[in-house]
């Protein structure tokens, strides 16, 4: 086992000596207060002097996110290489324009799978299976894969949660032993607290800061930079108050306030000296260039503020009790906004909720993916009802399904139309309904759920003289892709004699 401790340790040296830098970013008081994008905007200002690499640790005890629901953790974020991982990596492949690997969403879920495995191969030699050392080596370990793999200059890792978690406690733990390891010169701590000011008191208040600081440095990690996210600017009074109280320098206490735009989060950052601060503690120099994210928040805010023209975008789905569950979907549009110099409002819909009168006004709507069958007929009403009125669509996944159905009922005239992921349901409908969206071929024998589906990247033909080929500009594309469900293709002869155009295919099928 030691022989182990000891192979590690001496990876880290060798690592050292290739100039590999860490911060750990962790966050405080409460969840939910941006520790992603603040994690994403740290990386984006050392992005353009050395190889970045982010990794997210998640304390669930799932493989990866692809199966909880995205009310109860926000939306799944699909990789290139297939990899269903935190939405948080949509904010890092943002910031950074670079794509990210399901490796670098390091999940207890696939450390204990890992560590169980090794037991069952003999790895440990007979030694008890601990949480210390045998839990935080194997989190070391994949973090010096990762490391080795990418040829990492600096690792922005953030562990999920709230301090004080118990999920958390083995990432923290060894964040504590990696600082041993790789020297205080080569890794530095930030954390992201939460500064309330309460209705009818309107003070801000410091206390859920200095304590949880405190459970902080119970675990063995002192922070070298606060970030207090907070609606106003700290007072002098509060930054002298937790720089007492939790052991920081005011000048490394830096401000994390409310945004027209979380890409102002960076410049705000930048402005501030955030990065002088962190590469000091780390013995670096780097010179971020934030012109282009500048020219970016300008757009966006005159939009917000002056718009030549405002769009209206109805989004109905199915997981509206948490916005976060279109994250990905509302960036876009942010980014729509700036791209086109117009100003984008939204209007989440519950399907189940649909009514024609809550389209009124709205300039185009978006179907997003989904499962199972709650809100399934309201979401194809709001379908039927862009299609009679003209008005722009934009079916995601299940919406593109559903769109197909609508079609294939209201035009074609198949009112039993229906896919085989709500008719499995009721087994004994499926052979007499039509399935114009029918299961994968490779799908059929698979009895597990998690990472089976369709996914990541895969290229695209375009037909010419489509709007899609006018809109990519190109035969070939390349989309992200997360579904276990088609168009059944026995049906698209008479789905183009009704007018459907099916402008692209994967190539694989072609």
Known sequence: MWAFVLRIEFIWRVLIMDNLKILVITGGVISGIGKGVTSASIARLFKDNLKITPIKCDGYLNTDPGTINPVEHGEVFVLDDGGEVDMDFGHYERFLNQNSKSTWNITMGKIYKSILENERRGKY?????????HVTNEIKETILNIAREEHSELLVIEIGGTVGDMENILFIETMRQIRYDIGIDNIAFVHLTYIPNPAGINEQKSKPTQQSVKTLNKAGIFPDLIIARSSQLLTRQIRDKIAMFCNVD???????????????IPISFYKQGLHKILGSKLKINVTPKVDGLEKLVNVIKKNLLSPQKVVNIAICGKYTELGDSYASIFESLTHVSANLDILVKTTVIDGINFDEKMMEGV????????????????????????????????????????????????????????????????????????????????????????????????????????????????????????????????????????????????????
């Open 125 to 133: 030699l007979g030694r008890t299976v601990q949480l210390i050392p």
């Open 250 to 264: 005011a000048s490394c206490i830096v401000d994390n306030i409310d945004v027209a735009t979380i890409y102002e």
């Open 363 to 510: 300039d185009g709507i978006v179907v997003p993916g989904g499962f199972g069958s709650r809100g399934y007929e309201g979401k194809i009403r709001a379908i039927k009802y862009a299609r009679e009125n003209n008005i722009p669509f934009l079916g995601i996944c299940l919406g593109m399904q559903l769109a197909v159905i609508e079609f294939a009922r209201n035009v074609c005239g198949i009112f039993d139309a229906d896919t085989e992921e709500v008719l499995s349901e009721d087994n004994a409908m499926l052979n007499s309904i039509n399935p114009v969206i029918h299961l994968l071929s490779e799908q059929k024998e698979l009895e597990n759920k998690g990472a089976t589906m369709r996914l990541g990247g895969y290229p695209v033909l375009l037909k010419k003289d489509t709007l899609a080929f006018k809109l990519y500009g190109n035969d070939v594309i390349i989309e992200r892709f997360r579904h276990r469900y088609e168009v059944n293709n026995d049906y698209l002869d008479l789905f183009s004699k009704y007018g459907l155009v099916v402008s692209g295919f994967l190539k694989i099928f072609k």
